[in-house]
Protein backbone atom coordinates (compact mmCIF):
# COMPACT_ATOMS: atom_id res chain seq x y z
CA UNK A 1 0.00 0.00 0.00
CA UNK A 2 1.01 4.23 -0.29
CA UNK A 3 3.65 4.36 2.04
CA UNK A 4 4.50 7.91 3.70
CA UNK A 5 8.14 8.28 5.40
CA UNK A 6 8.35 10.96 8.07
CA UNK A 7 11.85 11.53 9.16
CA UNK A 8 13.48 12.24 11.40
CA UNK A 9 11.35 10.48 13.77
CA UNK A 10 12.58 12.37 17.02
CA UNK A 11 14.83 15.57 17.45
CA UNK A 12 15.69 17.35 20.17
CA UNK A 13 16.81 21.07 19.72
CA UNK A 14 17.81 24.64 21.77
CA UNK A 15 15.57 26.97 22.16
CA UNK A 16 15.74 29.41 18.95
CA UNK A 17 16.79 27.48 16.26
CA UNK A 18 14.79 25.88 13.68
CA UNK A 19 14.22 22.30 13.18
CA UNK A 20 12.62 20.76 9.79
CA UNK A 21 10.68 17.77 9.01
CA UNK A 22 10.43 16.11 5.96
CA UNK A 23 7.30 13.88 4.52
CA UNK A 24 7.88 12.35 1.66
CA UNK A 25 5.43 9.90 -0.23
CA UNK A 26 7.30 6.48 -0.91
CA UNK A 27 5.72 5.20 -4.64
CA UNK A 28 3.00 7.28 -5.30
CA UNK A 29 2.30 11.38 -6.19
CA UNK A 30 0.53 13.92 -3.18
CA UNK A 31 -0.29 17.03 -4.33
CA UNK A 32 -2.27 17.32 -0.75
CA UNK A 33 -0.23 16.98 2.39
CA UNK A 34 -1.54 17.10 5.71
CA UNK A 35 0.55 18.30 9.37
CA UNK A 36 -0.89 17.10 12.25
CA UNK A 37 -0.01 17.79 15.98
CA UNK A 38 -0.59 15.84 19.02
CA UNK A 39 -0.17 17.43 22.46
CA UNK A 40 0.25 15.17 25.24
CA UNK A 41 -3.09 13.42 26.59
CA UNK A 42 -4.95 16.01 23.48
CA UNK A 43 -6.12 14.64 19.88
CA UNK A 44 -4.19 15.24 16.77
CA UNK A 45 -4.89 18.55 15.48
CA UNK A 46 -4.37 19.78 11.94
CA UNK A 47 -2.30 21.81 11.52
CA UNK A 48 -2.35 22.86 7.78
CA UNK A 49 -3.12 21.44 4.46
CA UNK A 50 -0.05 21.35 2.17
CA UNK A 51 -0.71 21.83 -1.73
CA UNK A 52 2.02 21.38 -4.20
CA UNK A 53 3.24 23.81 -5.76
CA UNK A 54 1.25 26.87 -4.03
CA UNK A 55 0.58 28.23 -0.52
CA UNK A 56 -0.46 26.07 2.29
CA UNK A 57 -3.45 26.84 4.48
CA UNK A 58 -3.24 27.12 7.58
CA UNK A 59 -5.50 26.14 10.56
CA UNK A 60 -7.17 29.06 12.37
CA UNK A 61 -4.27 29.93 15.63
CA UNK A 62 -1.40 28.06 13.55
CA UNK A 63 1.48 30.54 12.93
CA UNK A 64 1.90 30.18 9.30
CA UNK A 65 5.43 32.08 9.89
CA UNK A 66 6.69 29.87 12.78
CA UNK A 67 5.55 26.70 11.09
CA UNK A 68 6.69 27.17 7.62
CA UNK A 69 5.65 24.57 5.24
CA UNK A 70 7.04 23.34 1.77
CA UNK A 71 5.65 21.57 -0.81
CA UNK A 72 7.78 22.05 -3.56
CA UNK A 73 7.29 18.90 -5.56
CA UNK A 74 5.01 15.95 -5.45
CA UNK A 75 6.54 13.52 -2.84
CA UNK A 76 7.96 16.35 -0.65
CA UNK A 77 6.32 18.08 1.75
CA UNK A 78 8.60 19.78 4.66
CA UNK A 79 7.47 21.80 7.71
CA UNK A 80 10.02 23.71 9.75
CA UNK A 81 9.40 24.80 12.99
CA UNK A 82 11.10 28.52 13.15
CA UNK A 83 12.71 29.88 16.38
CA UNK A 84 11.79 26.78 18.30
CA UNK A 85 10.14 27.17 21.96
CA UNK A 86 9.50 24.60 24.82
CA UNK A 87 5.91 24.76 24.14
CA UNK A 88 6.65 23.96 20.42
CA UNK A 89 7.71 20.30 21.71
CA UNK A 90 5.12 17.81 20.31
CA UNK A 91 4.64 15.04 18.21
CA UNK A 92 4.27 15.78 14.45
CA UNK A 93 2.61 13.31 12.51
CA UNK A 94 2.03 14.33 8.63
CA UNK A 95 -0.39 12.42 5.88
CA UNK A 96 -1.43 11.82 2.35
CA UNK A 97 -4.53 10.86 1.30
CA UNK A 98 -3.93 7.27 -0.35
CA UNK A 99 -4.41 6.92 -3.84
CA UNK A 100 -5.31 3.28 -3.61
CA UNK A 101 -8.22 4.21 -1.79
CA UNK A 102 -11.12 6.15 -1.91
CA UNK A 103 -11.46 7.33 1.07
CA UNK A 104 -8.70 6.65 3.23
CA UNK A 105 -5.12 8.62 4.11
CA UNK A 106 -1.67 7.18 5.02
CA UNK A 107 0.19 8.93 8.21
CA UNK A 108 4.21 9.19 8.31
CA UNK A 109 5.26 7.74 11.30
CA UNK A 110 5.56 11.02 13.10
CA UNK A 111 8.70 13.36 14.61
CA UNK A 112 8.98 13.60 18.43
CA UNK A 113 10.03 17.44 18.96
CA UNK A 114 11.88 18.50 22.05
CA UNK A 115 12.43 21.62 22.59
CA UNK A 116 15.02 22.45 25.79
CA UNK B 1 -17.72 22.96 13.49
CA UNK B 2 -17.50 19.53 13.36
CA UNK B 3 -16.19 17.48 16.67
CA UNK B 4 -15.46 14.04 17.73
CA UNK B 5 -15.58 12.85 20.90
CA UNK B 6 -14.12 9.54 22.69
CA UNK B 7 -15.12 9.81 26.30
CA UNK B 8 -12.85 6.83 27.48
CA UNK B 9 -8.88 7.75 27.44
CA UNK B 10 -8.51 4.36 28.59
CA UNK B 11 -10.42 1.02 28.58
CA UNK B 12 -8.82 -2.20 29.87
CA UNK B 13 -10.86 -5.59 29.08
CA UNK B 14 -9.71 -9.22 29.75
CA UNK B 15 -8.58 -11.49 26.76
CA UNK B 16 -11.52 -13.21 25.41
CA UNK B 17 -14.32 -10.38 26.62
CA UNK B 18 -15.78 -7.77 24.37
CA UNK B 19 -14.87 -4.39 23.29
CA UNK B 20 -16.95 -1.22 22.37
CA UNK B 21 -14.65 1.85 21.83
CA UNK B 22 -17.32 4.66 21.84
CA UNK B 23 -17.18 7.54 19.50
CA UNK B 24 -19.69 10.63 19.40
CA UNK B 25 -19.56 13.15 16.53
CA UNK B 26 -21.07 16.50 15.86
CA UNK B 27 -21.59 17.64 12.24
CA UNK B 28 -24.69 19.00 10.68
CA UNK B 29 -24.15 17.44 7.33
CA UNK B 30 -23.32 13.74 6.23
CA UNK B 31 -20.28 12.74 8.21
CA UNK B 32 -18.00 9.85 6.77
CA UNK B 33 -16.45 8.41 9.62
CA UNK B 34 -13.32 5.89 10.11
CA UNK B 35 -11.22 4.59 13.27
CA UNK B 36 -7.79 4.58 12.81
CA UNK B 37 -5.14 2.36 14.96
CA UNK B 38 -2.00 2.98 16.56
CA UNK B 39 0.00 -0.08 17.74
CA UNK B 40 3.24 0.52 19.67
CA UNK B 41 6.08 1.99 17.84
CA UNK B 42 3.85 1.75 14.47
CA UNK B 43 2.49 4.33 12.65
CA UNK B 44 -1.11 5.56 12.32
CA UNK B 45 -3.07 3.14 10.13
CA UNK B 46 -6.59 3.03 8.94
CA UNK B 47 -8.46 0.39 10.84
CA UNK B 48 -12.02 0.48 8.97
CA UNK B 49 -14.31 3.19 7.87
CA UNK B 50 -18.07 3.62 7.41
CA UNK B 51 -18.77 3.24 4.44
CA UNK B 52 -17.38 -0.01 3.68
CA UNK B 53 -18.75 -1.64 6.26
CA UNK B 54 -16.58 -4.12 6.74
CA UNK B 55 -15.07 -5.69 9.54
CA UNK B 56 -11.64 -5.46 9.87
CA UNK B 57 -9.14 -8.02 12.69
CA UNK B 58 -13.06 -8.78 13.66
CA UNK B 59 -13.69 -4.87 14.53
CA UNK B 60 -16.84 -3.35 13.22
CA UNK B 61 -18.10 0.11 13.48
CA UNK B 62 -21.92 1.14 12.69
CA UNK B 63 -22.93 4.88 12.23
CA UNK B 64 -25.76 5.38 14.14
CA UNK B 65 -26.99 8.71 13.06
CA UNK B 66 -29.81 9.32 15.48
CA UNK B 67 -27.45 8.99 18.16
CA UNK B 68 -24.28 10.68 16.36
CA UNK B 69 -22.45 7.73 16.82
CA UNK B 70 -19.68 5.56 15.45
CA UNK B 71 -18.74 2.80 18.12
CA UNK B 72 -16.24 0.24 17.12
CA UNK B 73 -16.71 -3.25 18.80
CA UNK B 74 -15.24 -6.45 18.87
CA UNK B 75 -16.46 -9.66 20.36
CA UNK B 76 -13.70 -11.22 21.76
CA UNK B 77 -10.87 -9.44 22.38
CA UNK B 78 -7.15 -10.51 22.10
CA UNK B 79 -4.19 -9.01 23.42
CA UNK B 80 -2.81 -8.08 19.95
CA UNK B 81 -5.59 -5.69 20.14
CA UNK B 82 -3.97 -3.29 22.72
CA UNK B 83 -3.24 -0.32 21.14
CA UNK B 84 -4.29 3.55 20.82
CA UNK B 85 -7.76 3.77 18.69
CA UNK B 86 -8.73 7.19 17.22
CA UNK B 87 -11.93 8.05 16.02
CA UNK B 88 -12.14 10.52 13.06
CA UNK B 89 -14.65 12.40 11.30
CA UNK B 90 -13.99 13.87 7.73
CA UNK B 91 -17.10 16.58 6.59
CA UNK B 92 -16.52 17.54 2.78
CA UNK B 93 -13.24 18.18 2.31
CA UNK B 94 -9.75 16.27 2.34
CA UNK B 95 -9.01 17.27 6.40
CA UNK B 96 -10.14 14.89 9.03
CA UNK B 97 -10.96 15.77 12.37
CA UNK B 98 -10.16 13.44 15.31
CA UNK B 99 -11.13 12.43 18.35
CA UNK B 100 -8.41 12.07 21.77
CA UNK B 101 -7.94 8.92 21.13
CA UNK B 102 -8.30 5.59 23.36
CA UNK B 103 -6.02 3.20 24.85
CA UNK B 104 -7.34 0.14 24.89
CA UNK B 105 -5.14 -2.13 26.98
CA UNK B 106 -6.13 -6.27 26.46
CA UNK B 107 -5.21 -8.27 29.73
CA UNK B 108 -4.20 -11.89 29.40
Known amino acids: GAVVSQHPSWVICKSGTSVKIECRSLDFQATTMFWYRQFPKQSLMLMATSNEGSKATYEQGVEKDKFLINHASLTLSTLTVTSAHPEDSSFYIC????????????FGSGTRLTVV | AQRVTQPEKLLSVFKGAPVELKCNYSYSGSPELFWYVQYSRQRLQLLLRHISRESIKGFTADLNKGETSFHLKKPFAQEEDSAMYYC??????????FGKGTKLSVIP
Open chain 1, 95 to 106: SARDPGSSYGYT
Open chain 2, 88 to 97: ALRAGSYQLT
